[in-house]
């Protein structure tokens, strides 16, 4: 206990030391500078990591400059000091949306405090060598202004979304701020326009902070390439074991920031597992909606079939908050056509419990006793739960389909949502420019993406892939949903995720726990399609009743 007490009081006493520079410079509006350093020495330690996707090649950004990323926030912080945020962590860190609205409302806090607390937290941390987490790729320089606007007009706050700080996977177009999907070749793609769930946020009042990092072309670029890694933002890491932890992908620079506290909350996105896996890996809630209830314009694609943005929050009530700040149909994404919008998911997710439902677990998953004990909490809150076997579901066809879609679906993005200044109009044009300059382009190869322009599927053949992919998914689950009676399926992080993406199944992910060496572990949601108000009232259930998300040791 000694031991951990003093590693807790060395940590305290480097990063108030750390404050107190910050606080120093931003009154000149002028942060300590980032020193890129030779990071030989930390690359060495990964190599023998048992897992081939921790083995990590570089972790600073080559194409990054990351003193302009800082000089963004110092440029917001007039006038904030360490004392500031000394006194406001305790009324922000941790904390969910309602409570901050309250908080708000009862005259503690203000949207632009708020704001220039997290940009402050990032600088903290990301100017900090033994701390930074490579998360993010870009700062709203216009991010405290737009809260300052919010506190002038508080009445015009009908949405709980309203005045919050919202970090964006940097796939989602933001106008004013590159939109890269973490390439080197998009590092120009400037001139957009906001992405239609983007315009749904600020229609409400929230505040885009920041771009955050991902594995790059939403891990369609390198084939078992470290999850989290981009030419754009380098190595994302996972707070709970720098180097140790996989950050989980593609959105794992989202899962990053949320769990390290630098914003409210962030949006991700999924083709198969994107939200899922890295919002398990950071002891967060992730939601994976049904395909078409949110819109994807202004998104770079990999599957018009598959892909969906999701909330990432710390808590299941700002899960609910963001989703419903988000929906809405666009004129432009097909399939956002008449299905649910404007619900007020948030409304009635307090009034979820778990007595009278049942869950199906798989028999082979209860060899994970995180996951065991997790059911038997479940049966405890007074749901039913019936052991189904995991069967192998037939996945033929699926990478396929992926790269079909995206050697369509991204030179539509490009041409439709992409900025003038991009030069390129097709895949094929993207890896002849990344083949230039091989390391700060593509260190990791990109063999993945490379399959893109292989396909020779026709237009018949990708309907009936599609309508194969479907129905094999829909029957993995339903075969034990109809046989038992199930409301939703139990699985762990995003082991299942393939299935629910073939199915267009709605999945969330809660924390549920960490295995022996301090990873976090998720426990996993599946239900049919469109259900997403039934997740949430289970997924606060669960939530309530288990209360496992601890906050990362060095960064509280």
């Not at 107190?20 to 190599?47: F, H, R």
């Not at 094929?428 to 399959?451: F, V």
């Not at 108000?533 to 990362?552: C, H, M, N, S, V």
Request: hydrophobic share 35%.
């Amino acid at each position: 206990m000694e031991v951990h007490l003093m590693k807790k009081a060395i940590v305290l006493l480097l990063i108030t030391s750390v404050s107190c520079q910050v606080a120093q410079k931003t009154q000149k509006n002028n942060l300590p500078p980032w020193t890129p350093y030779d990071e030989s020495a930390e690359i060495a330690t990964t190599t023998t990591h048992e897992s081939q996707r921790m083995r990590f090649k570089l972790i600073q950004s080559r194409n990054l400059d990351k003193n302009g990323l800082l000089q963004q926030i110092a440029g917001q912080l007039t006038n904030f000091t360490a004392a500031d945020y000394q006194r406001l962590k305790p009324l922000i860190l941790e904390q969910d949306i309602p409570t901050l609205q309250a908080h708000i409302q009862a005259g503690k806090l203000t949207y632009e405090k708020l704001t220039q607390w997290y940009l402050y937290r990032i600088a903290l941390y990301e100017n900090n060598r033994d701390l930074f987490l490579n998360n993010l790729i870009a700062i709203n320089p216009g991010a405290v202004a737009e809260a300052r606007q919010r506190d002038k007009n508080k009445s015009a706050a009908a949405h709980p979304i309203f005045g919050m700080p919202i970090i964006l996977k940097d796939n989602i177009n933001l106008s004013g701020l590159p939109t890269t999907a973490g390439a080197q070749a998009f590092s120009q793609n400037t001139a957009t326009k906001n992405a239609f769930i983007v315009e749904r946020l600020r229609e409400k009042g929230a505040v885009p902070l920041a771009k955050a990092n991902l594995s790059e072309w939403a891990n369609f670029m390198c084939l078992d390439c470290p999850n989290g890694y981009s030419a754009m933002g380098g190595q994302t890491l996972n707070p709970y074991g720098r180097k140790r932890f996989d950050t989980g992908g593609s959105s794992s620079g989202s899962g990053s920031t949320i769990a390290a506290n630098y914003a409210v909350a962030a949006v991700g996105t999924e083709t198969s597992g994107s939200i899922l896996s890295p919002s398990s890996a950071n002891s967060i809630v992730g939601l994976k909606p049904t395909t078409g209830l949110l819109s994807r314009g202004g998104i770079v694609p990999i599957s018009s079939t598959f892909d969906t943005p999701g909330p990432m929050t710390r808590t299941v009530v700002d899960a609910a908050i963001l989703l419903s700040a988000m929906a809405g149909e666009d004129p432009t994404d097909p399939a956002t056509k008449n299905n649910p919008k404007d619900k007020p998911y948030w409304q009635d997710v307090k009034s979820g419990n778990l007595t009278g439902l049942r869950f199906g677990a798989f028999k082979p998953l209860l060899k994970d006793s995180v996951y065991a004990l997790n059911v038997e909490k479940i049966r405890a809150q007074g749901g039913t739960v019936v052991e189904i076997e995991l069967e192998q579901a037939p996945n033929e066809g699926f990478g396929t389909l992926l790269n079909a879609d995206m050697n369509a679906d991204l030179p539509a993005y490009i041409r439709n949502y992409g900025s003038a200044t991009l030069s390129y109009r097709s895949v094929a044009d993207i890896l002849a420019y990344n083949k230039q300059d091989s390391t700060n382009r593509m260190p990791y190869g990109q063999g993945r993406i490379a399959g893109v322009i292989k396909t020779t599927t026709t237009a018949d053949e990708m309907a009936q892939l599609r309508a194969n992919i479907r129905k094999s998914g829909v029957s993995y689950f339903e075969k034990p949903m109809q046989q038992y009676r199930l409301d939703a399926v139990l699985s762990i992080n995003n082991r299942s995720a393939g299935q629910a993406a073939a199915a267009n199944y709605p999945c969330l992910t809660v924390p549920m726990g960490y295995k022996t060496n301090g990873e976090p572990i998720g426990m996993t949601f599946i239900a049919r399609p469109f259900e997403e108000d039934k997740l949430l009232r289970i997924g606060y259930a669960f939530e309530q009743a288990t209360k496992a998300r601890r906050i990362p040791a060095n960064y509280n």
